[in-house]
């Protein structure tokens, strides 16, 4: 079974320019969240959809950010205009069932985000 | 004070050692507890799901003490392999909005 897939691997961009970061969960989840891993940071938490609807977008730092679930499948998150602190790890991570709280979470290998 | 507090480390363990790490949460309500093993440069990986009752998955034994609000991960006879950086993980639940928190994780090294 294919595992979650994230691209791109590595982006460079400067700042003001845009990104689009893209995850494809492991086929059949219906939970897909994305998190964020600045320098010497611990991972944060951005948001949850169950299928295509936000279920919690609480963790989004601010309206630069927007992410998508077209349709249920796969996510995009879009930066725009990328910012310096944006920099980081973006993780993807899906789960198969509707209750979220006892499930285990599988990663995807992560966007490496450097904003100059 | 931070939701999920972990000692940063790193701890140097010579093989075959039995190390111990420790986490402690804040959310009392909180629901479900893991333990993650992360690998330089990639991504996290369930190690082991924690509950009330203890378990064990071979070399792994891990300990929850809602009382405390206090999670523990066991290694017994390390490998270099268990080399890693280990994450505490909880998820508050239906009250937490179900926003899983990451500790910033114990770095482990295993020495020959």
């Known amino acids: 079974e294919a595992g979650v897939t994230q691209f791109p691997s590595h982006s460079v961009i400067e700042k003001g320019q845009t990104v689009t970061l893209r995850c494809d969960p492991i086929?059949?989840?219906?939970?897909l969240y994305w998190y964020r891993r600045v320098m010497g940071k611990e991972i944060k938490f951005l948001l949850h959809?169950?299928?295509?609807?936000?279920?919690?977008e609480s963790g989004m730092p601010n309206n630069r950010f927007l992410a998508e679930r077209t349709g249920g499948t796969y996510s995009t998150l879009k930066v725009q205009p990328a910012e310096l602190e944006d920099s980081g790890v973006y993780f993807c991570?899906?789960?198969?069932?509707?209750?979220?709280?006892?499930?285990?979470?599988?990663f995807g290998p992560g966007t490496r985000l450097l904003v100059l | 004070r931070k939701e999920v507090e972990q000692d940063p480390g790193p701890f140097n363990v010579p093989e075959g050692a039995t190390v111990a790490f420790n986490c402690t949460y804040s959310?009392?309500?909180?629901?479900?507890f893991f333990w993650y093993r992360q690998d330089c440069r990639k991504e996290p990986k369930l190690l082991m799901s924690?509950?009330?009752s203890g378990n064990e998955d071979g070399r792994f034994t891990a300990q929850l003490n809602r009382a405390s609000q206090y999670i523990s991960l066991l290694i017994r006879d390390s490998k270099l392999s268990d080399s890693a950086t280990y994450l505490c993980?909880?998820?508050?639940?239906?009250?937490?909005?179900?926003?899983?928190?990451f500790g910033a994780g114990t770095r482990l090294f295993v020495k020959a």
């Open positions: 924690v509950y009330s």
């Open positions: 086929s059949g989840h219906d939970n």
């Open positions: 991570a899906s789960s198969p069932y509707r209750q979220p709280t006892q499930e285990t979470q599988y």
């Open positions: 959809f169950v299928k295509e609807s936000k279920q919690d």
């Open positions: 993980v909880v998820n508050p639940g239906e009250g937490g909005g179900f926003k899983t928190i």
């Open positions: 959310n009392s309500a909180s629901q479900s």
